[in-house]
């Protein structure tokens, strides 16, 4: 089967720009899951999508990072504007079903962004 | 909130040694807990996971164990090979809301010696 799919995989942008990742989960899966990953740490999860509702938002920074999965596929995650401690690898994943028994998470290439 | 400690931070081994891995969970509610590999620039890959009702399982040369008394779990690889050379991150999922939101650990560089 298809994995997960993120665009565009680098991303270079000036602090106080915009910048948006997309994520195309598996065919299938309804839980989806944006995290972010600094350079020699675990991923932090920021976001999580059951079908097109958010489950868990309580780790995203709202006031610059917004996320959507308007029709229960497909999500972008925007920062604007962006800061130099956003510089990290973004990554996308999706599972069959998160409640009530977590099922395995599939994780994209992910997107490296470096905020100058 | 919850955590994951996960140590060591880095490891090398000899080819062909056993490497272990050891992490400690704070969230008691905790019931499954994978182990993901990732390779540099590539995207983390589950290469087994436990859940709470077990306390030890094996794949060929991998193994995990878990105590839930002591809220930790481990990962042994056996017989070790260059290809093993990888950053392992481990993930606990707490219980509450039933997200299947995981904690990841800091990750062990993990380096095998020919």
């Known amino acids: 089967e298809a994995g997960v799919a993120q665009s565009p995989r680098y991303k270079i942008i000036e602090k106080r720009q915009s910048v948006a990742f997309w994520c195309n989960p598996i065919s299938g899966h309804a839980t989806l899951y944006w995290y972010q990953q600094i350079l020699g740490q675990g991923p932090k999860l920021l976001i999580q999508?059951?079908?097109?509702?958010?489950?868990?938002d309580s780790q995203l920074p709202k006031d610059r990072f917004s996320a959507e999965r308007l029709k229960g596929v497909d999500s972008t995650l925007k920062i604007q504007p962006a800061k130099l401690e956003d510089s990290a690898v973004y990554l996308c994943a999706s599972s069959f079903a998160g409640t009530p028994d977590p099922y395995e998470q599939y994780f994209g290439p992910g997107t490296r962004l470096t905020v100058t | 909130g919850e955590n994951v400690e996960q140590h060591p931070s880095t490891l090398s081994v000899q080819e062909g040694d056993s490497a272990v891995i050891k992490c400690t969970y704070s969230?008691?509610?905790?019931?499954?807990f994978p182990w993901y590999k990732q390779e540099l620039g590539k995207r983390p890959q589950l290469i087994i996971d436990i859940r709470s009702n077990v306390g030890e399982k094996k794949d060929q040369r991998i193994a995990v164990t878990l105590n839930k008394t002591a809220k930790h779990f481990s990962l042994h690889i056996t017989e070790t090979q260059p290809e093993d050379s990888a950053v392992y991150f481990c993930?606990?999922?707490?219980?509450?809301?039933?997200?299947?939101?995981?904690?990841f650990g800091q990750g062990t560089t993990l380096q095998v010696k020919p």
């Open positions: 993930a606990a999922t707490p219980l509450w809301g039933n997200t299947g939101k995981l904690i």
């Open positions: 969230d008691s509610a905790s019931n499954y």
């Open positions: 999508f059951q079908n097109n509702g958010v489950v868990d």
